[in-house]
């Protein structure tokens, strides 16, 4: 599995970053020709603030990798039922909510993690059946927060 700390964000630029041991490659640290300071600066994860990633740096990176359509699946939208990425490479579910928050589910395999997506695909699926309308406060599991970590 994948390790979320083999990346980080560069403090000028906000683009990901791989450090040592990172397979997947948006923007490599040694690319100086890609940022504003002309090398990317990692940022320090005790340091790291964000009120819309919860002070979660992984979640960022993981909503900066979905922009370049980097998870493997995703269903729904933000607006209602939330929008949910797999990453499953990563072990992880991304959730953004109605309000531009986003959390992380982070599991102990990419096994846990497919599950676990199953699950939510199989809610989605019957919400959309249901034809209602409901915002996603009104959902009875929560996936952002019901997930084993």
Not at 3 to 13: A, Q
Not at 55 to 69: C, K, P, T, V, Y
Not at 71 to 77: M, T, V, Y
């Amino acid at each position: 599995m994948e390790n979320l700390n083999n990346y980080s964000l560069c403090t000028r630029c906000l683009a990901v970053i791989s450090l040592p041991g990172g397979n997947f490659t948006w923007v490599d640290e040694s690319d100086r020709s890609s940022c504003y300071g002309g090398y990317h600066l990692p940022t320090n994860i005790h340091e790291y603030e964000s009120d819309k990633f919860n002070n979660d740096i992984q979640a960022e990176i993981l909503f900066r990798f979905s922009l370049d359509s980097g998870q493997d699946e995703e269903l729904g939208e933000a607006e209602t039922f939330g929008w949910f990425a797999l990453f499953a490479s990563f072990g992880a579910i991304l959730n953004t909510d109605c309000v531009g928050s986003v959390t992380v589910a982070r599991y102990d395999s990419e096994t846990a993690a497919r599950e676990s997506w199953s699950d939510l695909e199989s809610e989605y699926e019957a919400w959309e059946a249901s034809g209602d309308d409901w915002r996603e406060d009104d959902r009875t599991d929560d996936y952002a927060w019901d997930y084993a970590h």
